[in-house]
């Protein structure tokens, strides 16, 4: 049997990971896969050494927190990958816990791949060379990646986003209603606050005062509200216990996520991969983000992008609207949702840079992925 490690920190790495180990068994027997992962992985037969959860943090200041765990996990982790080394070790982002593990298993000997670049084109360049040190090579998922790697002399693949090959290209906004029993007449706002604990400390708050104040001005307005975990749904239940809105018109579940985007007329969604999802099942929205004081003044003196939504990152100019920190209030996000229900010209102007951005990114992610990983194992 040929051990294969892997790390996937939180939901979207345990679906990139699901899926590329159902790729590779595909395509080779005899492969074992453990190290952190989640349910998705864990259903394809990986073995679980640390729950995904102790790693779902979002932020400096929250990681700090954190830290000890954090790195009590990453020093236990090392020390069974060196002392019975797998044949190869996969990253799954995560890249703060990642390449720090993965440079030492590398100056081991030890074969590595990073799934899904760093964020080496919103930070400073200084990155690209810890990312060299620690990596045999990346798969990306963005198009204009390979270029900044390559003038590196970083191997690198370019293979797509898998959820542009899972998410249909013209999604069923009827059917999906009819799944979640949502009006098929009235306008339905998706509600997307973030899948960490830390995201909802911040935002579960912020959302509820904003459907609370949308309802005001469009009095027929229903909401969907998908939760990553039965943990984040408690999250957003006292939210609304907290803000007396227990009545709000509004179907709160675990999980369904995609059925929810691909309900909803437009969406208010907090800043990471569920922006992209967004994207892709055509759903016009609003981004926003909170996070603490801390967090913010670090990340504003390193990040250069003038925009965080993975929308307007890939088609180079904020076409989405943006509220990030003092300007994420409950009546601008309100007044922003309404605007976009209330101008139709808005929402197909949105959706028809989605379906640009879901052409491009729909590669066949998993098979190339796989088939790059098989050549870094076997030596190419």
Request: hydrophobic content about 45%; proline content about 6%; overall charge positive.
């Amino acid at each position: 049997m040929i051990r294969v490690g892997m790390v996937a920190g939180e939901a979207s790495g345990d679906l990139l990971g699901a899926h590329l180990i159902a790729a590779l068994k595909a395509r080779r027997r005899g492969l074992q896969f453990c190290g952190i992962g989640g349910p998705r992985m864990a259903g394809e037969g990986f073995e679980v050494l640390h729950p995904m959860e102790k790693l779902g943090v979002r932020g400096y200041a929250e990681v700090l927190k954190q830290y000890k765990e954090i790195a009590s996990v990453r020093k236990d982790l090392a020390r069974q990958f060196l002392d019975d080394p797998p044949a190869l070790f996969i990253g799954i982002d995560s890249s703060d816990f990642n390449l720090d593990l993965e440079r030492k298993l590398k100056d081991k000997g030890i074969r590595v791949v990073h799934y899904v670049s760093p964020a080496i084109w919103a930070w400073r360049g200084w990155r690209i060379r810890r990312i060299a040190r620690s990596v045999s090579h990346i798969l990306a998922l963005f198009p204009f990646e390979p270029e900044l790697y390559e003038g590196a002399g970083v191997p690198v693949t370019y293979v797509g986003h898998p959820l542009a090959d899972m998410i249909p290209m013209q999604p069923d906004k009827v059917e999906a209603r009819k799944q979640l029993r949502l009006p098929l007449s009235q306008p339905v706002v998706a509600l997307l606050p973030g899948s960490r604990r830390a995201e909802l400390h911040y935002m579960a708050d912020l959302f509820v005062k904003t459907a609370k104040r949308l309802l005001e001005d469009m009095p027929d307005v229903h909401f969907v509200a998908p939760m990553a975990s039965r943990a984040m749904l408690d999250m957003f239940n006292l939210a609304l216990r907290r803000h007396a809105a227990l009545d709000l018109p509004l179907k709160l579940m675990f999980g369904h996520s995609h059925e929810a985007l691909a309900a909803a007329e437009v969406a208010l969604v907090a800043s990471g991969t569920a922006t992209l999802e967004t994207a892709l099942f055509k759903t016009p929205m609003v981004i926003t983000y909170r996070q603490s004081m801390l967090t913010s003044l670090l990340m504003r003196r390193m990040v250069y992008l003038p925009y965080i939504g993975l929308p307007n990152i890939l088609a180079g100019e904020p076409f989405v609207p943006e509220y990030v920190q003092a300007k994420a209030t409950h009546d601008a996000l309100a007044k922003a949702l309404l605007t976009l229900l209330n101008d139709r010209d808005a929402r197909e102007a949105q959706v028809a840079r989605f379906r640009k951005i879901h052409a491009v990114l729909k590669q066949g992610t998993a098979d190339i992925a796989a088939d790059t990983v098989l050549k870094v194992l076997d030596g190419g």
